[in-house]
């Protein structure tokens, strides 16, 4: 969905004030390295399972094989759990990627070892909501998870009422036994989850809410999704940091090891060559210039919609001025500290 002028000038102009030159640097001191990833990764994605349960026809699973069980190694987990630690981590770890995560029964022990290794992070779970009741939504709080991110699908054949959303939202309500309220119905049915632990949203979809939310076009992946030109920043690759469940690092969201068109942006394996959490946040240096700034974006970026910052004159001069290391922008980094490095919460 489009958000307003103001927001995408806001957003262009936070993230510009939080580029430094280290960004830019694969090598850096190990105590520096470290430092900077405290500073500035808000989100870890991960995934610890392959599998999901369906085939979304606007998911790349419905022609990439998810349906094969298979879980993360251990010893890349536990390389997680230690770079996790080592950092201190404070932002957002979420499970989520293309797998199901509460189709893992290990999971919940799995949260409690990150809340262990890292205690001041916040741990989110973006799910189908299959595999959920009542029962497992308490272990899962128990655990530390401190927001559910569901999303409801329902039949593509069917056109997407009011009607269908509704009766899917009142099926996982009763599976869930827990109330709410209606965030908003339209093009998407949201209803807020009322639970004392966690944040619970769940949207109710199909294709036709997806394409009508602008659908991501999954680095080339997606046919269906609309074709951007590229021409804004992204600064996914200086807050994230994503890793599939075999421990491939990526450079975004948006991409996968397991499709044989993203195959060369993958980053490294978790483990592989003494590649670790904060090596692999170093290695995005190499992804980081084209995306700091307005021009022309090339291979997964070129089409890619998501965060995709109006091209407007006060966005340019703003990413342009902005992104300049000089006195001025140092000062003014400085003086904005306590606004722009607020991680967000996701
Ligand atoms: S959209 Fe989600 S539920 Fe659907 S196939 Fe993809 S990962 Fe699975
Ligand atoms: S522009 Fe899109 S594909 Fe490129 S790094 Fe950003 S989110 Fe990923």
Same mark, same amino acid.
């Given at each position: 969905?489009?958000?307003?002028?103001?927001?995408?000038?806001?957003?262009?102009?936070?993230?510009?004030?939080?580029?430094?030159?280290?960004?830019?640097?694969?090598?850096?001191?190990?105590?520096?390295?470290?430092? =900077?990833?405290?500073?500035?990764?808000?989100?870890?994605?991960?995934?610890?399972?392959?599998? #999901?349960?369906?085939? #979304?026809?606007?998911?790349?699973?419905?022609?990439?094989?998810?349906?094969?069980?298979?879980?993360?190694?251990?010893?890349?987990?536990?390389?997680?759990?230690?770079?996790?630690?080592?950092?201190?981590?404070?932002?957002?770890?979420?499970?989520?990627?293309?797998?199901?995560?509460?189709?893992?029964?290990?999971?919940?022990?799995?949260?409690?070892?990150?809340?262990?290794?890292?205690?001041?992070? !916040?741990?989110?779970?973006?799910?189908?909501? +299959?595999?959920?009741?009542?029962?497992?939504?308490?272990?899962?709080?128990?655990?530390?998870?401190?927001?559910?991110?569901?999303?409801?699908?329902?039949?593509?054949?069917?056109?997407?009422?009011?009607?269908?959303?509704?009766?899917?939202?009142?099926?996982?309500?009763?599976?869930?036994?827990?109330?709410?309220?209606?965030?908003?119905?339209?093009?998407? *049915?949201?209803?807020?989850?009322?639970?004392?632990?966690?944040?619970?949203?769940?949207?109710?979809?199909?294709?036709?809410?997806?394409?009508?939310?602008?659908?991501?076009?999954?680095?080339?992946?997606?046919?269906?999704?609309?074709?951007?030109?590229?021409?804004?920043?992204?600064?996914?690759?200086?807050?994230?940091?994503?890793?599939?469940?075999?421990?491939?690092?990526?450079?975004?969201?948006?991409? !996968?090891? +397991?499709?044989?068109?993203?195959?060369?942006?993958?980053?490294? !394996?978790?483990?592989?060559?003494?590649?670790?959490?904060?090596?692999?946040?170093?290695?995005?240096?190499?992804?980081?210039?084209?995306?700091?700034?307005?021009?022309?974006? =090339?291979?997964?970026?070129?089409? #890619?919609?998501?965060? +995709?910052?109006?091209?407007?004159?006060?966005?340019?001069?703003?990413?342009?001025?902005?992104?300049?290391?000089?006195?001025?922008?140092?000062?003014?980094?400085?003086?904005?500290?306590?606004?722009?490095?607020?991680?967000?919460? *996701?």
């Amino acid at each position: 969905m489009r958000r307003s002028s103001v927001t995408d000038t806001l957003a262009v102009v936070k993230n510009s004030l939080r580029i430094v030159p280290e960004h830019f640097e694969v090598d850096l001191p190990r105590s520096r390295a470290v430092q =900077l990833f405290k500073e500035f990764v808000e989100l870890i994605e991960i995934e610890t399972t392959a599998y #999901c349960n369906r085939t #979304c026809s606007f998911c790349p699973n419905s022609f990439l094989d998810r349906r094969t069980i298979r879980f993360m190694p251990d010893d890349t987990w536990q390389a997680i759990l230690a770079g996790m630690r080592e950092v201190d981590y404070d932002g957002t770890v979420v499970w989520s990627r293309y797998s199901e995560p509460t189709s893992e029964k290990g999971i919940t022990e799995r949260i409690k070892q990150v809340k262990e290794a890292a205690p001041n992070c !916040r741990v989110c779970i973006n799910t189908n909501g +299959d595999y959920l009741n009542a029962g497992y939504l308490e272990q899962l709080a128990d655990a530390g998870v401190s927001r559910l991110w569901i999303d409801t699908y329902v039949d593509d054949m069917k056109e997407y009422t009011r009607e269908i959303a509704e009766k899917a939202n009142g099926k996982l309500l009763k599976r869930l036994k827990l109330e709410g309220e209606l965030v908003e119905s339209n093009p998407e *049915y949201a209803y807020h989850i009322i639970h004392p632990r966690i944040e619970i949203t769940n949207h109710v979809r199909n294709v036709v809410t997806m394409i009508a939310n602008d659908l991501s076009d999954r680095g080339g992946l997606i046919s269906i999704a609309r074709k951007a030109i590229r021409n804004s920043p992204c600064y996914a690759v200086f807050k994230h940091l994503v890793v599939d469940w075999d421990g491939s690092v990526m450079p975004c969201c948006q991409v !996968r090891s +397991d499709s044989p068109k993203h195959k060369d942006v993958v980053l490294g !394996r978790i483990g592989d060559g003494g590649l670790d959490l904060v090596t692999a946040y170093l290695q995005l240096a190499t992804w980081r210039e084209p995306l700091s700034s307005y021009g022309e974006k =090339l291979g997964v970026c070129s089409t #890619c919609n998501v965060s +995709d910052y109006q091209t407007s004159l006060v966005n340019i001069t703003a990413s342009k001025l902005l992104t300049a290391n000089n006195a001025p922008v140092k000062a003014l980094r400085k003086f904005a500290g306590s606004i722009i490095n607020k991680k967000q919460r *996701y």
